[in-house]
């Protein structure tokens, strides 16, 4: 539980929701293990939209499952509201990520033989949320599924799916929501109308936005953009590691 998880030192000196510190993660074994995030610290301000840009492979969507707690560091600390997941075992921070981060994912991830309705409002009953169905069916209905409650993903087209994974993620009403590549599998035009509606939820409701994205359009419509490079973050070093250029490659 959340009165398990104690604030870290390095949180206490800052406001920002996310602080990431001298974070290294290798994948694989042996000599196929690679070196994804070398030596990353980053900060990101409450409220602030942030874009992670970079190449295929620069370890961008690696960096956004740390900052999310799907992915633990091999070493540095990683401070999300406060609490450090340092130490925390994956029961507690699963509990910490569903009460505190929204995520949102290319592939829509919702389970086929639930509806609409049952995908956003189970995950909210299993963590304790009080009148789990209502307040699932007013997430959908806020994001136009108002008639599709009912309808399984095999009845839904992928603009309206990914809408579904969006409701699913903004329905515990986290301070945090971070999104991977969310119009990867979507043509333009529905890409677009789903993007106007993660900004939107972010304006109105002031969440700190982290958006992975190979997209240099879309990354202007961040605050703040971040760019990574074989594993770090590439830029002049400034106090808050921030690349201000919102320019792709």
Not at 38 to 65: N, P, Q
Not at 112 to 125: C, D, F, G, S
Not at 225 to 247: F, K, M, N, Q, Y
Request: with cysteine; proline share 5%.
């Amino acid at each position: 539980m959340d009165s398990l998880i104690e604030p870290s030192s390095l949180a206490g000196s800052s406001p920002d929701p996310i602080v990431i510190s001298n974070v290294n993660l290798s994948l694989g074994q042996g000599a196929a293990r690679v070196h994804i995030l070398k030596d990353v610290s980053l900060r990101v301000g409450a409220g602030e939209a942030v874009g992670l840009i970079g190449a295929s492979g620069s370890g961008k969507s690696t960096l956004l499952m740390v900052m999310a707690g799907l992915e633990r560091p091999d070493d540095g600390e990683v401070v999300v509201n406060g609490a450090s997941f340092n130490g925390l075992g994956e029961d507690d921070l699963a509990r910490f990520r569903g009460r505190h981060i929204g995520i949102v994912f290319q592939s829509f991830h919702l389970i086929p033989t639930m509806t609409a309705l049952e995908n956003v409002a189970v995950p909210l009953e299993l963590a304790g949320h009080p009148d789990a169905e209502g307040r699932a069916a007013r997430e959908l209905t806020a994001v136009g599924l108002g008639e599709r409650l009912h309808h399984y993903p095999s009845q839904l087209s992928g603009g309206e799916q990914q809408r579904v994974a969006l409701a699913r993620a903004l329905a515990p009403d986290p301070a945090i929501l971070v999104a991977d590549e969310p119009t990867g599998n979507l043509d333009e035009a529905t890409g677009k109308q789903i993007v106007d509606m993660l900004f939107a939820k972010h304006r109105e409701r002031g969440m700190t936005l982290v958006l992975v994205t190979h997209d240099g359009t879309l990354a202007r419509r961040c605050d703040r953009v971040v760019r990574l490079r074989s594993g770090h973050i590439d830029g002049p070093a400034t106090s808050r590691h921030w690349v201000e250029t919102a320019s792709a490659t």
